[in-house]
Structure formats: structure tokens, C-alpha cells
T-cell receptor, first 116, second 114 residues
């Protein structure tokens, strides 16, 4: 149980285009999902916390107009990188929080974004 | 703000050795602590989760201990194998009024040589 999927697993796009990444909890409902970014040789950094039906909470230094997050259902959150540039190239990982006070995050397999 | 430090940053050992990976965190008021494994270019695999009330957890050749009051956790790997080669990440969870938050260390990059 507690499986989280991400789509796509890998995307290459031209500079200036927008890219949407989906994060789904497959066998449980997640009122809260998280988006992380990982640059090469570095650890995961939290970008934003996504709560179903409300606006996402962004970490300091993360541009909310550039990284659009939508959490429209209890099993799906999307991250859209708008007007992507090469410096946005990174590994994006989502996680979903189980309910019931366990506070355990289950992680998706990640999406590798390369902006040319 | 929680800060997590992992020592050593990198470790290279011959197959069969027993290993100790260290993690320290500055805010001891944590809810739980997880150890993850990450293979190059891949996502995270959860290895062990220790609740704040627990001292240790074991899974196969892995044993994780937690000393919450001193802000330390240790991951012990017995009889290491080449397949254990990966980056190991420590991440304590803190629960606040705004929600819960995982903070990751920089990781220990482990290489087990055959």
C-alpha cells in the first residue's frame, strides 16, 4: 500500500515552454502533498506544501508564479513549471502524506526535467 | 529551523564490512525520523522509520537507532554488499501548527566494493 506515482518520469523541453508534472496517490487519499527539488549532488529541498482544495504554501525563495501547484482532488497534485529555463533543470519529487496522524510521507519516483 | 548533518559525506568500503552512518539534527522536538536510500537518478526508498518514542528499528541487515534528546540517529549496516551502494538520507519529521515537515540531510554516499 501507500504507492505514489509521478508522470512523466522524464521530460526534455525548450526554454520558455511550460511543463506539467503530475503526482498521484494510487491507493490512499492524501489531503497534503509536498513538492521537492533536488539538484545534482545535493539533497532534497522542500519547494511547497499542497493542501487539497486550498492554495499551496511555498517555501521562502520559491516563486509561486513560476511553480504553479494545483491540488484539486485527494489523489492528485500537479506542479507546472511555467516559462521554464535551463536553471530549472532538476529532479522534482513529490510526496503524499497519509491521514490519521501518522505523519508519514510516501514519495513518488521523481521527474527529471531538462530544459534546453 | 531544523538543520540535519550527516557524517561521513562519503564512504568506500570492501564488501562484508559493518558500517555506521551518522545523522544529527538541531531541533530534538521531532515526531519521527526516517532513513531513505537513493540510487543515482532515482527516487527515494524508505528503509526505516523510528517514532520519537522508540529507540531503534531493525529490518534485515539494517538497524537504526534514535537518541532524540541528543539529536542523533545512527544507521548500522551489517555485512555490507555491493548492492548496498547508494546515497543514504536521514530525515526527521517535525510537526507544527502549520503541518508536518521533513528536513533532509545532505546524505552519505556509500560505495561497497566487491
Amino acid at each position: 500500500g501507500a504507492v505514489v506515482s509521478q508522470h512523466p518520469s522524464r521530460v526534455i523541453c525548450k526554454s520558455g515552454t511550460s511543463v506539467k508534472i503530475e503526482c498521484r496517490s494510487l491507493d490512499f487519499q492524501a489531503t497534503t502533498m509536498f513538492w521537492y527539488r533536488q539538484f545534482p549532488k545535493q539533497s532534497l529541498m522542500l519547494m511547497a506544501t499542497s493542501n487539497e482544495g486550498s492554495k499551496a504554501t511555498y517555501e521562502q525563495g520559491v516563486e509561486k508564479d513560476k511553480f504553479l501547484i494545483n491540488h484539486a482532488s485527494l489523489t492528485l497534485s500537479t506542479l507546472t513549471v511555467t516559462s521554464a529555463h535551463p536553471e530549472d533543470s532538476s529532479f522534482y519529487i513529490c510526496s503524499a502524506l497519509t491521514s490519521g496522524g501518522a505523519y508519514t510521507q510516501y514519495f513518488g519516483p521523481g521527474t527529471r526535467l531538462t530544459v534546453l | 529551523k531544523q538543520e540535519v548533518t550527516q557524517i561521513p559525506a562519503a564512504l568506500s568500503v570492501p564488501e562484508g564490512e559493518n558500517l555506521v552512518l551518522n545523522c544529527s539534527f538541531t531541533d530534538s522536538a521531532i515526531y519521527n525520523l526516517q532513513w531513505f536510500r537513493q540510487d543515482p537518478g532515482k527516487g527515494l526508498t524508505s528503509l526505516l522509520l523510528i517514532q520519537s518514542s522508540q529507540r531503534e528499528q531493525t529490518s534485515g541487515r539494517l538497524n537504526a537507532s534514535l537518541d532524540k534528546s541528543s539529536g542523533r540517529s545512527t544507521l548500522y549496516i551489517a555485512a555490507s554488499q555491493p548492492g548496498d551502494s547508494a546515497t543514504y538520507l536521514c530525515a526527521p519529521t517535525k510537526v507544527e501548527t502549520s503541518g508536518s515537515r521533513l528536513t533532509f540531510g545532505e546524505g552519505t554516499q556509500l560505495t561497497v566494493n566487491p
